[in-house]
């Protein structure tokens, strides 16, 4: 009776690794399957340069900003992701709070500077649209 019993556990233990090879795999094969899933490694990488050309080009479609005005904040974009990058290089990995203190900082001297190049009225659509992104995002405005 004991052979029987050992020989039934055995038998059990070789189908249910059967059918768990089938239904998946083991731990590790789940794990390497979930990571080609849901993988981030193939970010995309974009220069300073496109990234400010992608952010002003969506301030002056949505505020119909003038030639003189898109060059002007399109430098002021610039400016600010290249600060915002060097904050990555030298300050991110040794100090996380003053990174972040001095990213807000930037953001602000940035949105301050864009204002100071438009319209009243561009001025009052350019504060609702951060209204609504930052309502969107569960936050306030910076």
């Avoid at 992608?54 to 003038?66: D, F, M, P």
């Amino acid at each position: 009776m004991k052979k029987l019993f050992g020989i039934l556990a055995v038998g059990a233990l070789v189908v249910a690794s059967q059918f768990s090879a089938m239904a998946g795999g083991n731990d590790a094969n789940k794990v390497r399957k979930a990571g080609i899933v849901k993988s981030v490694e193939a970010t995309v990488t974009t220069s300073a340069t496109e990234q400010a050309t992608k952010q002003t080009n969506q301030i002056s479609n949505k505020l119909a900003l003038t030639p003189a005005q898109t060059a002007e904040i399109a430098e002021i974009n610039l400016s600010t992701i290249n600060t915002i990058n060097d904050l990555r290089t030298n300050v991110r990995d040794t100090n996380i709070r003053a990174f972040k203190t001095q990213v807000k900082a930037a953001y602000k001297s940035r949105d301050a500077a864009i204002k100071a190049v438009l319209s009243p009225v561009q001025k009052t659509s350019y504060t609702n649209i951060q209204r609504n992104i930052a309502a969107q995002r569960g936050g306030s405005l910076r």
